[in-house]
């Protein structure tokens, strides 16, 4: 009998303790996935739904959208300032609470009120996804099948301009227009993910040879470039073979060979490196623009993508060159554990390895063909081709035609599109974006800048 009444009083005291401290949240359903702007958010804690509200972290979104985002302690207020009202900007009095308060929450000078009281999770604030949609001024679309939320930023209605500054491009803009804080030098181009390519595959190896031979070879002309270029052509034409894993992991090892390495190297052991270079360029342009056609994308621009992420394949971040992996897919800044979803993908010709960052391939063409697959689902919401292998894990996370042309891709396929830091400081300013456009900076006008080096349009 006494032992029955301590059990009684030890599950009384239990009960008790978990009914005033309660734990948010209790979270046995598979995971919420947030994404913004098609990318996914990638942080901790996770979004999870409570009372039938999705709760999202309000630091990570809110920086993701490029906000800055304050916690004050000593009133236990969230602050988000987006910089719409300028820098001047400052709280209205506080309403008196008690110090347990639950959190307030304001957007610049203005409380958002919610019917679900935000909630702090391993010292971060969660916040209801109405919040975003209601006084962010985001598109928030909610999938229950797969239980992923989609916030997107809603774009100003275009405007025209009065007098054009600079000449238009062949084909008309896009949907969007010049800001006023673009410079007359950096008008919206407007130019598709879809098309036909314009440049041939002497011409985009030909700008990535002389990006590298001058390193190697100080001093090299115009016209020896074109040499090394107009053989390795011949060469390779007579006798293809797609590029492989070795070549490309030979290119990387010899582009980052030290300087004094390079300074002892004789007349023609520096011939036959420069022959190797412009062959293997060659052979990734070739398979690039095969790919590009495949797909109806641009395969000419989407290796200049590739060359602007891997800095003409001499690689140097979390990505080497043996993944195959020219474009950065699934390298989110979290090493791998493995145990990644392919979310369709053939897992013999994509899987991901511990410890490691980003998709491995099994080959560069498969490689290749994922980033088209994946810049497919930015620039169109059509099907992909019947009768290919889904190879990009992360297509089915990307909301469907949100970046139909190059420049859109700044701020959706990279995050935040623009350069941080010396000697540019957007993060500063108040639209870091549109200054960075204002510059020619942006992840997509990067990309055309290297493309327009062959001379094309």
């Known amino acids: 009998m006494l032992r029955f009444r301590k059990l009684c009083v030890f599950c009384a005291f ?11 949240p209790a979270r046995a359903e598979s995971p919420v996935l947030c994404f913004i702007d098609g990318q996914e958010l990638i942080c901790d804690p996770a979004p999870f739904i409570v009372n039938g509200r999705t709760m999202v972290p309000l630091r990570a979104v809110g920086e993701t959208l490029g906000m800055d985002v304050h916690w004050l302690q000593d009133v236990r207020v969230a602050w988000i300032i987006t910089g719409k009202k300028g820098s001047d900007i400052s709280l209205p009095p506080l309403p008196e609470r008690d110090s347990p308060a639950g959190p307030l929450i304001f957007v610049d000078d203005v409380q958002v009120p919610s019917d679900v009281d935000p909630v702090i999770v391993n010292g971060r604030i969660m916040i209801p996804i109405s919040a975003v949609k209601n006084y962010l001024g985001m598109k928030v679309d909610w999938y229950e099948d797969a239980r992923h939320v989609h916030i997107t930023r809603i774009q100003p209605p275009a405007e025209v ?160 060159p043996e993944q195959n992996n020219y474009c950065g897919l699934g390298a989110t800044g979290k090493a ?40 497919y689902a930015y620039a169109t919401t059509r099907d992909l081709p019947p009768g290919v292998d889904l190879l990009s894990p992360r297509y089915r996370l990307v909301t469907k035609g949100i970046a139909p042309n190059w420049e859109d891709l700044g701020g959706k396929w990279a995050v935040p599109g623009y350069p941080r830091g010396a000697p540019y400081y957007y993060e500063t300013m108040p639209d870091p974006f549109a200054a960075a456009f204002a510059d020619g900076r942006t992840y997509g006008q990067t990309i055309l800048a290297l493309y327009f080096r062959t001379g094309c349009s």
């Not at 001058?214 to 052509?233: D, L, N």
């Open 14 to 24: 239990v009960l008790g303790f978990l009914l005033l401290f309660p734990s948010y």
């Open 161 to 320: 301009p009065e007098e054009p500054t600079t000449v238009v491009p062949e084909e008309p803009p896009g949907d969007e227009e010049p800001s006023e804080q673009e410079s007359p030098g950096h008008k919206y181009l407007g130019i598709p993910i879809m098309g036909q390519a314009k440049a041939g595959a002497a011409d985009m190896a030909r700008v990535a040879f002389e990006a590298a031979a001058s390193r190697i070879c100080p001093g090299i002309t115009e016209s020896e470039s074109a040499g090394y270029i107009s053989r390795a052509k011949n060469s390779v034409e007579s006798q293809y073979h797609e590029v492989t894993t070795l070549e490309v992991v030979n290119l990387t090892s010899i582009l980052n060979r030290s300087t004094a390495e390079l300074k002892q190297l004789s007349p023609a052991e520096r011939d036959q490196i420069l022959n190797f270079i412009a062959s293997t360029y060659y052979k990734i342009a070739r398979l690039y623009l095969e790919k590009g056609q495949q797909y109806g994308i641009r395969g000419d621009i989407a290796f200049f993508q590739a060359a602007h992420e891997t800095g003409w394949w001499r690689f140097g971040g979390l990505v080497t």
């Open 336 to 375: 791998a554990t493995a145990d990644e979803p392919l979310r369709g993908a053939n897992p013999s010709r994509v899987w991901f390895v511990e410890g490691k960052h980003g998709a491995f391939f099994d080959t560069p063409a498969t490689g290749i063909e994922a980033q088209m697959q994946h810049l």
